[in-house]
């Protein structure tokens, strides 16, 4: 179906970029409203396309009357839809934080520019229907991460965000080439007619797609060795950033990976295999995300500092939906949902609580965790609530991501089943650092008297933030067939490649 008004999801935010940067007396008094508000009609109307998604199915937006396959074109489907309305609530949290307990209020204008630019990039990807716009928004995306990073202004900051220039810079280049290729051997950047055409071009064509497309979002899916950015990033950067870089910014690479490796190249079906090269592309993929597993998991256990801690833990679980994901069964595909979802509302909560127990600590380690029971009551239960959730406690999202995942790889015994050791590893490895976080807060400090001065007021914007998301994690635990249904409907989506090239190819005839 023809839904042409799902473009306001793009265009909104970025005429809303230009407003809030202008000068003026009474936009400069108001941008802040104008911020909210353009955040708040995003999420309201991604509702809304939701709603008649669910009546009438995909949704095709058409620019410029140039049918699919040509021209620009958004696809808004369950899918897309679904990721995009939770990507628009951590959004929101970040915001609220951002616009009401900021230390940098003589930038806030400008920061509001490029954090509507950041929303309008990750709309275009999610909704994207060609390859062309995927990489023109990926840019701007990527610059938009490098100046939030660096907005602290400090050491870590400024390191991290240098870092994620140069892996970054490079991810774009291979995304280029692999483009370039694509229009090159097939006359095409629409990703319909690509899924339609990728089976038959040449086994060396395919390898160097496949691996040129996905060298290009591993720095974003913080999988090691592309994610020597991530230790200085989330040190350095504010709480806000913090919550953006784990909530949304991993997760919208997730997206581009199940869309490419899926819709695209129809993964696990898609023939790998030469007389003279032979390639088992899951053994390939399975081996690398285990080693990002291990490698991020034991820099979290080793670290000291408790945003390195929580970011390497989040880089690992992103490595474990990959992992899922590289099965290439629907209960491989369901678990990485779970895990997904999981990390979407508890990721953002463990970095907001966590820095509220360490507010008014000079240095940022376990040891600013003592005694936070009693100094930061309220967000050390957010914290303890949080990690339960993430780390997979029974009927939690996470608990049925986990057991589904052991499911899909010891339901059939064969040398893939040996990769089951690298998840136990990696739960025993999470359950003990978290467990030594959570121990750490019950734990009296001795040092304690000297800081008697330090103010422990109540952010309302923390708290606010907080609230809404321990009420998400509360809703999921309680009603767990809400997201039971959603999962088999995304599955029976991204599983069936023909429904999607049919109903976009099919509207370009008319």
Same mark, same amino acid.
């Given at each position: 179906?023809?839904?042409?008004?799902?473009?306001?999801?793009?265009?909104?935010?970025?005429?809303?970029?230009?407003?809030?940067?202008?000068?003026?007396?009474?936009?400069?008094?108001?941008?802040?409203?104008?911020?909210?508000?353009?955040?708040?009609?995003?999420?309201?109307?991604?509702?809304?396309?939701?709603?008649?998604?669910?009546?009438?199915?995909?949704?095709?937006?058409?620019?410029?009357?140039?049918?699919?396959?040509?021209?620009?074109?958004?696809?808004?489907?369950?899918?897309?839809?679904?990721?995009?309305?939770?990507?628009?609530?951590?959004?929101?949290?970040?915001?609220?934080?951002?616009?009401?307990?900021?230390?940098?209020?003589?930038?806030?204008?400008?920061?509001?520019?490029?954090?509507?630019?950041?929303?309008?990039?990750?709309?275009?990807?999610?909704?994207?229907?060609?390859?062309?716009?995927?990489?023109?928004?990926?840019?701007?995306?990527?610059?938009?991460?490098?100046?939030?990073?660096?907005?602290?202004?400090?050491?870590?900051?400024?390191?991290?965000?240098?870092?994620?220039?140069?892996?970054?810079?490079?991810?774009?280049?291979?995304?280029?080439?692999?483009?370039?290729?694509?229009?090159?051997?097939?006359?095409?950047?629409?990703?319909?007619?690509?899924?339609?055409?990728?089976?038959?071009?040449?086994?060396?064509?395919?390898?160097?797609?496949?691996?040129?497309?996905?060298?290009?979002?591993?720095?974003?899916?913080?999988?090691?060795?592309?994610?020597?950015?991530?230790?200085?990033?989330?040190?350095?950067?504010?709480?806000?950033?913090?919550?953006?870089?784990?909530?949304?910014?991993?997760?919208?690479?997730?997206?581009?990976?199940?869309?490419?490796?899926?819709?695209?190249?129809?993964?696990?079906?898609?023939?790998?295999?030469?007389?003279?090269?032979?390639?088992?592309?899951?053994?390939?993929?399975?081996?690398?995300?285990?080693?990002?597993?291990?490698?991020?998991?034991?820099?979290?256990?080793?670290?000291?500092?408790?945003?390195?801690?929580?970011?390497?833990?989040?880089?690992?679980?992103? #490595?474990?939906?990959?992992?899922?994901?590289?099965?290439?069964?629907?209960?491989?595909?369901? #678990?990485?949902?779970?895990?997904?979802?999981?990390?979407?509302?508890?990721?953002?909560?463990?970095?907001?609580?966590?820095?509220?127990?360490?507010?008014?600590?000079?240095?940022?380690?376990?040891?600013?965790?003592?005694?936070?029971?009693?100094?930061?009551?309220?967000?050390?239960?957010?914290?303890?609530?949080?990690?339960?959730?993430?780390?997979?406690?029974?009927?939690?999202?996470?608990?049925?991501?986990?057991?589904?995942?052991?499911?899909?790889?010891?339901?059939?015994?064969?040398?893939?089943?040996?990769?089951?050791?690298?998840?136990?590893?990696?739960?025993?490895?999470?359950?003990?650092?978290?467990?030594?976080?959570?121990?750490?807060?019950?734990?009296?400090?001795?040092?304690?008297?000297?800081?008697?001065?330090?103010?422990?007021?109540?952010?309302?914007?923390?708290?606010? #933030?907080?609230?809404?998301?321990?009420?998400?994690?509360?809703?999921?635990?309680?009603?767990?067939?809400?997201?039971?249904?959603?999962?088999?409907?995304?599955?029976?989506?991204?599983?069936?490649?023909?429904?999607?090239?049919?109903?976009?190819?099919?509207?370009?005839?008319?």
């Amino acid at each position: 179906m023809n839904y042409n008004t799902t473009v306001l999801l793009i265009i909104i935010p970025i005429l809303s970029s230009f407003l809030v940067y202008m000068p003026v007396g009474l936009i400069k008094k108001s941008f802040k409203i104008i911020f909210l508000a353009t955040i708040l009609f995003n999420l309201l109307f991604s509702l809304k396309i939701f709603s008649v998604v669910l009546k009438y199915g995909n949704l095709i937006t058409i620019i410029g009357n140039y049918h699919p396959p040509f021209g620009i074109n958004l696809v808004s489907s369950f899918f897309s839809i679904l990721f995009l309305i939770a990507l628009y609530i951590v959004f929101l949290i970040s915001a609220i934080i951002f616009i009401f307990k900021n230390d940098t209020k003589n930038n806030q204008q400008k920061i509001s520019s490029v954090l509507l630019l950041y929303l309008a990039s990750f709309s275009e990807i999610i909704l994207t229907g060609d390859l062309f716009n995927l990489f023109v928004f990926f840019e701007i995306f990527s610059i938009s991460n490098i100046i939030i990073i660096s907005l602290k202004n400090e050491k870590f900051s400024l390191k991290g965000s240098i870092k994620y220039l140069l892996i970054s810079s490079i991810g774009s280049a291979l995304l280029l080439f692999a483009i370039g290729y694509i229009y090159a051997i097939l006359g095409t950047l629409n990703l319909a007619e690509i899924a339609l055409n990728f089976e038959k071009i040449s086994f060396f064509s395919k390898c160097f797609i496949i691996f040129f497309l996905m060298g290009s979002i591993l720095s974003e899916l913080e999988v090691f060795p592309f994610n020597l950015w991530i230790s200085d990033s989330y040190a350095g950067a504010k709480n806000f950033v913090n919550i953006l870089l784990s909530g949304i910014s991993c997760v919208v690479s997730l997206y581009i990976f199940i869309r490419m490796f899926f819709t695209i190249f129809n993964y696990p079906s898609i023939s790998l295999y030469s007389y003279n090269f032979p390639l088992d592309i899951k053994l390939l993929l399975l081996t690398f995300f285990s080693l990002s597993i291990i490698v991020n998991q034991l820099v979290a256990l080793t670290s000291k500092n408790i945003k390195r801690i929580l970011a390497f833990s989040s880089a690992a679980t992103i #490595s474990t939906i990959l992992f899922a994901l590289t099965s290439g069964t629907k209960s491989g595909f369901s #678990s990485a949902i779970l895990l997904i979802i999981s990390t979407i509302i508890s990721k953002p909560l463990l970095f907001l609580s966590s820095h509220q127990i360490t507010k008014g600590k000079m240095e940022k380690n376990l040891d600013s965790f003592k005694n936070g029971i009693n100094r930061k009551r309220y967000f050390s239960i957010l914290f303890i609530v949080s990690a339960i959730f993430f780390t997979g406690f029974p009927l939690t999202p996470a608990f049925f991501g986990k057991l589904m995942l052991f499911y899909t790889y010891a339901s059939k015994l064969n040398y893939y089943t040996y990769f089951i050791i690298v998840i136990i590893f990696s739960i025993t490895v999470e359950f003990f650092y978290y467990f030594r976080m959570i121990h750490k807060l019950f734990i009296k400090d001795e040092t304690e008297r000297e800081n008697k001065n330090i103010k422990n007021n109540l952010s309302i914007s923390y708290f606010v #933030s907080g609230l809404t998301m321990i009420s998400i994690l509360i809703i999921f635990f309680i009603f767990p067939n809400i997201y039971e249904k959603v999962i088999t409907k995304m599955s029976e989506e991204i599983f069936n490649q023909k429904e999607y090239i049919q109903t976009i190819l099919k509207l370009g005839e008319k």
